[in-house]
């Protein structure tokens, strides 16, 4: 071996390392506070406790018709923080799968402060097209359903792989307009096949879990056309090209 091979050896940097969860940091954090309040309120608290937790941090509309003089302040919060609540292992781990798949391209795009940003308003959005479907009722919803179809609205936006086109990693394509989106074939098919089956939900047709347990159809859609319309309001200009294309970016956005 020559003197030539030996400091190609020598200088030569290992391969990179492949992280386990090719996520963004952002979205990794949201996942992990949303696992430790549904351990808090599985092993921690007691049921009174529980139903204490979801009437003071869940969105009930019935407070919008109360006279501010027979209630506390949680009205003011509530429209954000029932996001952060869920019912059951299978409502975390359905809301959890879909966070992954579309939070991760989104967050990549517009960073983490638009992200947050992004999450608290298209929670509110999704809380108010279901207290005005709903309006006085007392019924209580909980959980991130109405953030994950916010983030899969503005992911129709961009995410998608153009026709005819080579495919990028999903956050470095170009926003379509509104116009182009509906022009777009592969993102009018996820639409439709995402609005009816939240059509079917509403008419009583369980897609998935306990059919017990209703589903706030009504919050999906408010979320959904939330980020659909508005996600060019939290868009920046894409990242350049990185130099190398990592294959993990792509299978995971």
Same mark, same amino acid.
């Given at each position: 071996?020559?003197?030539?091979?030996? @400091?190609?050896?020598?200088?030569?940097?290992?391969?990179?390392?492949?992280?386990?969860?090719?996520?963004?940091?952002?979205?990794?954090?949201?996942?992990g506070?949303?696992?430790?309040?549904?351990?808090?309120q &599985?092993?921690?608290?007691?049921?009174?406790?529980?139903?204490?937790?979801?009437?003071?941090f869940?969105?009930?509309?019935?407070?919008?018709?109360?006279?501010?003089?027979?209630?506390?302040?949680?009205?003011?919060?509530?429209?954000?923080?029932?996001s952060?609540?869920?019912? #059951? +292992?299978?409502?975390?781990?359905?809301?959890?799968?879909?966070?992954?798949?579309?939070?991760?391209?989104?967050?990549? =795009?517009?960073g983490?402060?638009?992200?947050?940003? !992004?999450?608290?308003?298209?929670?509110?959005?999704?809380a108010? +097209?279901?207290?005005?479907?709903?309006?006085?009722?007392?019924?209580?919803?909980?959980?991130?359903?109405?953030?994950?179809?916010? +983030?899969? #609205?503005?992911?129709?936006?961009?995410a998608?792989?153009?026709? =005819? =086109?080579?495919?990028?990693? @999903?956050?470095?394509?170009?926003r379509?307009?509104?116009?182009?989106? !509906?022009?777009?074939?592969?993102?009018?098919?996820?639409?439709?096949?995402?609005?009816?089956?939240?059509?079917?939900?509403a008419? #009583?047709?369980?897609l998935i #879990?306990?059919?017990?347990?209703?589903?706030?159809?009504?919050?999906?859609?408010?979320? !959904?056309?939330?980020?659909?319309? &508005?996600?060019?309001? !939290?868009?920046?200009k894409?990242?350049?090209?990185?130099?190398?294309?990592?294959?993990?970016?792509?299978?995971?956005?």
């Open positions: 071996m020559d003197d030539s091979t030996e @400091a190609q050896m020598v200088t030569e940097p290992p391969p990179p390392r492949i992280p386990i969860f090719n996520l963004p940091g952002v979205v990794l954090a949201s996942l506070l949303l696992a430790a309040i549904y351990a808090v &599985l092993f921690v608290l007691s049921d009174q406790a529980v139903e204490w937790m979801f009437f003071n869940g969105f009930i509309p019935l407070r919008y018709v109360t006279p501010l003089s027979q209630q506390g302040p949680q009205l003011f919060w509530t429209p954000v923080s029932y952060l609540l869920h019912g #059951g +292992l299978e409502h975390l781990l359905f809301n959890g799968l879909w966070l992954m798949a579309f939070g991760a391209p989104v967050a990549r =795009r517009i983490t402060a638009r992200y947050l940003i !992004f999450w608290l308003l298209s929670a509110i959005a999704s108010a +097209l279901h207290a005005a479907l709903n309006w006085g009722a007392p019924t209580l919803l909980i959980g991130a359903s109405g953030v994950v179809s916010g +983030l899969m #609205g503005a992911a129709c936006r961009f998608f792989p153009p026709e =005819r =086109r080579t495919p990028l990693p @999903a956050h470095l394509n170009r379509l307009s509104i116009g182009e989106a !509906f022009r777009s074939r592969t993102v009018v098919m996820f639409m439709l096949f995402w609005f009816v089956g939240n059509i079917l939900i008419v #009583g047709v369980p #879990g306990d059919s017990a347990q209703p589903i706030a159809w009504d919050a999906h859609i408010g979320g !959904f056309v939330f980020g659909f319309f &508005l996600f060019a309001l !939290f868009d920046r894409p990242p350049e090209m990185p130099p190398t294309l990592e294959t993990s970016d792509i299978l995971q956005s």
